[in-house]
């Protein structure tokens, strides 16, 4: 798990993950010390730009003549080629920060939908749709009027949307009226402090697009404002390593959760979307495997993007899974033995899935908090427990209610702090996402500016802890604001894409860390 110091730099917004990082690495100097001589750093350019299937284009690269900083990916790109370009930049500095000595070395790299690109390119693999559930997807939410979001009453927008879906394929859409704008190959991340730092510092991007066939056709320009960017579907673009857009199969995702004995998943209304996505997840089905209810008009009006609606309707689901249970119902987990009850720790039965809504006291709702007591970590046979914790919207991104209320508690409850004490828990921690700036006027403490300030203090918090007792090493941030800045909105919410991608890192990073 790493020592006390680790868990600084996953949480510290400010660490630096590499001594090679936001520093201008000198390129001649460091191939004349590895070859001895300057005509070769032509020479070396050359080999990069002969492998077409790992570092072409690299040559394109417009070096100063001594100095070369590392770019970022620019949140305004103009056009697909540009991403191209830009990312692949970002790979060589990848690649020279992770180990200067390798400098001739190919580290493996992997599409977007995590296909090898080296059977990519050679046409084995085609990763128009990254699996039969994204294929589903987008055939079912693509059809007329399919996809309908329900706006809740109190936004100033008509009631029911009918509006573009937001997942997209790998590559362009099926009536190919969308450039390609697919994201260039990444290698794996391998460790928890890359992942986390892959979602943290990436960014979102947009195509260029055409518009009319043939000679008529002519390109239009990236959105550049905010307001502008949440009307079309974008691609979120990860920092130096993969983190995965989408969730893996049903049996894969619940062959990961199954890693431990308890998932327990606590939050406000953005975490409750994030469980929605783990059930879609969990029964591969992306389009309507959320709605767990024999609702009908819930069923007939919340399916694609309208599973993440926070209108009344689409919020009936018979409060599943909000106490302990197996993970049971419409085929999930069938590759699962279930075992008799959700106490049974024999080691043989599936993980128990709980989701929590906390609330804050002064609004008189009684807060469903986790019982500890019963969580007997010291059962050899006990997996773990992954705890996911998000909170904030319901405090008014009030960060010293939330950690009084919220974390101050849990992080000194005896109970919790033993299952700490035997290795036995690993804990998630992410805050409030970015809101759309059309709401800023109606939900000002929900603000980008609000919610950043909101997140900071509550790690800070977490940081301060962290010095002072030896036991915090085991809290993981998943920073999801760039993510959410300027997707698709559902006001402070978002749709299908963003919460099929938290599902996936979520999941990615629970591999990682147990």
Same mark, same amino acid.
């Given at each position: 798990?790493?020592?006390?110091?680790?868990?600084?730099?996953?949480?510290d917004r400010n660490s630096v993950s590499s001594r090679?990082?936001?520093?201008?690495?000198?390129?001649?100097?460091?191939?004349?010390?590895?070859?001895?001589?300057?005509?070769?750093?032509?020479?070396?350019?050359?080999?990069?730009?002969?492998?077409?299937?790992?570092?072409?284009?690299?040559?394109?690269?417009?070096?100063?003549?001594?100095?070369?900083?590392?770019?970022?990916?620019?949140?305004?790109?103009?056009?697909?080629?540009?991403?191209?370009?830009?990312?692949?930049?970002?790979?060589?500095?990848?690649?020279?920060?992770?180990?200067?000595?390798?400098?001739?070395?190919?580290?493996?790299?992997?599409?977007?939908?995590?296909?090898?690109?080296?059977?990519?390119?050679?046409?084995?693999?085609?990763?128009?749709?990254?699996?039969?559930?994204?294929?589903?997807?987008?055939?079912?939410?693509?059809?007329?009027?399919?996809?309908?979001?329900?706006?809740?009453?109190?936004e100033p927008e008509p009631l029911e949307i009918i509006?573009?879906?937001?997942?997209?394929?790998?590559?362009?859409?099926?009536?190919?009226?969308?450039?390609?704008?697919?994201?260039?190959?990444?290698?794996?991340?391998?460790?928890?402090?890359?992942?986390?730092?892959?979602?943290?510092?990436?960014?979102?991007?947009?195509?260029?697009?055409?518009?009319?066939?043939?000679?008529?056709?002519?390109?239009?320009?990236?959105?550049?404002?905010?307001?502008?960017?949440?009307?079309?579907?974008?691609?979120?673009?990860?920092?130096?390593?993969?983190?995965?857009?989408?969730?893996?199969?049903?049996?894969?995702?619940?062959?990961?959760?199954?890693?431990?004995?308890?998932?327990?998943?606590?939050?406000?209304?953005?975490?409750?979307?994030?469980?929605?996505?783990?059930?879609?997840?969990?029964?591969?089905?992306?389009?309507?495997?959320?709605?767990?209810?024999?609702?009908?008009?819930?069923?007939?009006?919340?399916?694609?993007?309208?599973?993440?609606?926070?209108?009344?309707?689409?919020?009936?689901?018979?409060?599943?899974?909000?106490?302990?249970?197996?993970?049971?119902?419409?085929?999930?987990?069938?590759?699962?033995?279930?075992?008799?009850?959700?106490?049974?720790?024999?080691?043989?039965?599936?993980?128990?899935?709980?989701?929590?809504?906390?609330?804050?006291?002064?609004?008189?709702?009684?807060?469903?908090?986790?019982?500890?007591?019963?969580?007997?970590?010291?059962?050899?046979?006990?997996?773990?427990?992954?705890?996911?914790?998000?909170?904030?919207?319901?405090?008014?991104?009030? /960060?010293? =209610?939330?950690? %009084?209320?919220?974390? +101050?508690?849990?992080?000194?409850?005896?109970?919790? *702090?033993?299952?700490? !004490?035997?290795?036995?828990?690993?804990?998630?921690?992410?805050?409030?996402?970015?809101?759309?700036?059309?709401?800023?006027?109606?939900?000002?403490?929900? /603000?980008? =500016?609000?919610? %950043?300030?909101?997140? +900071?203090?509550?790690?800070?918090?977490?940081?301060? *802890?962290?010095?002072? !007792?030896?036991i915090m090493n085991y809290i993981y941030l998943l920073?999801?604001?760039?993510?959410?800045?300027?997707?698709?909105?559902?006001?402070?919410?978002?749709?299908?894409?963003?919460?099929?991608?938290?599902?996936?890192?979520?999941?990615?990073?629970?591999?990682?860390?147990?």
């Amino acid at each position: 798990m790493g020592s006390s110091s680790n868990f600084a730099t996953v949480v510290d917004r400010n660490s630096v993950s590499s001594r090679w990082n936001d520093r201008p690495i000198n390129i001649p100097s460091l191939l004349r010390k590895l070859t001895g001589s300057v005509a070769l750093v032509v020479a070396c350019s050359i080999v990069f730009t002969n492998d077409k299937g790992k570092w072409a284009g690299i040559a394109n690269i417009r070096f100063d003549p001594w100095y070369w900083v590392p770019s970022s990916t620019s949140s305004n790109l103009r056009s697909g080629h540009d991403v191209h370009e830009m990312e692949k930049r970002k790979l060589l500095s990848f690649a020279i920060a992770h180990d200067p000595k390798t400098i001739h070395e190919k580290v493996e790299l992997f599409d977007q939908c995590g296909f090898p690109q080296h059977r990519v390119d050679s046409g084995e693999l085609n990763s128009r749709y990254c699996s039969w559930e994204h294929h589903k997807a987008i055939i079912e939410c693509s059809m007329p009027n399919a996809n309908m979001v329900l706006k809740p009453p109190s936004e100033p927008e008509p009631l029911e949307i009918i509006q573009q879906y937001s997942l997209i394929p790998g590559v362009k859409d099926p009536a190919g009226t969308r450039s390609s704008f697919e994201l260039p190959p990444l290698p794996r991340c391998k460790t928890a402090k890359e992942l986390t730092d892959a979602v943290r510092k990436g960014s979102r991007i947009w195509p260029s697009w055409i518009e009319g066939e043939g000679e008529i056709g002519r390109e239009v320009e990236p959105p550049i404002f905010s307001s502008d960017r949440e009307q079309v579907p974008s691609r979120f673009s990860p920092h130096k390593c993969r983190a995965p857009p989408l969730p893996p199969s049903p049996e894969r995702t619940c062959e990961i959760l199954n890693l431990y004995s308890h998932v327990i998943i606590v939050g406000d209304s953005l975490t409750r979307h994030l469980r929605t996505a783990l059930y879609s997840a969990m029964r591969g089905n992306w389009y309507e495997g959320a709605v767990v209810t024999d609702n009908a008009e819930t069923r007939e009006k919340c399916r694609c993007d309208g599973q993440y609606s926070e209108h009344p309707v689409c919020r009936t689901f018979d409060d599943y899974f909000t106490k302990p249970s197996k993970p049971t119902g419409g085929g999930m987990c069938s590759n699962l033995p279930l075992g008799d009850t959700t106490d049974d720790e024999s080691g043989n039965d599936s993980f128990v899935i709980t989701g929590v809504d906390q609330m804050h006291t002064k609004w008189g709702i009684p807060n469903n908090v986790i019982s500890w007591e019963d969580k007997d970590c010291n059962n050899p046979n006990n997996r773990g427990i992954l705890y996911f914790m998000q909170g904030g919207l319901h405090f008014l991104s009030d /960060s010293a =209610e939330y950690v %009084k209320e919220i974390m +101050d508690p849990l992080l000194s409850n005896p109970a919790f *702090r033993r299952c700490v !004490e035997t290795g036995k828990l690993r804990m998630i921690w992410s805050g409030i996402t970015s809101q759309s700036r059309h709401m800023d006027d109606i939900y000002p403490w929900q /603000s980008r =500016e609000n919610t %950043k300030k909101f997140n +900071d203090e509550v790690i800070e918090f977490l940081r301060v *802890r962290a010095e002072k !007792e030896n036991i915090m090493n085991y809290i993981y941030l998943l920073d999801w604001q760039a993510l959410t800045q300027d997707s698709m909105p559902n006001g402070i919410h978002q749709l299908s894409d963003v919460n099929l991608a938290k599902a996936a890192h979520f999941l990615e990073l629970a591999q990682l860390i147990k």
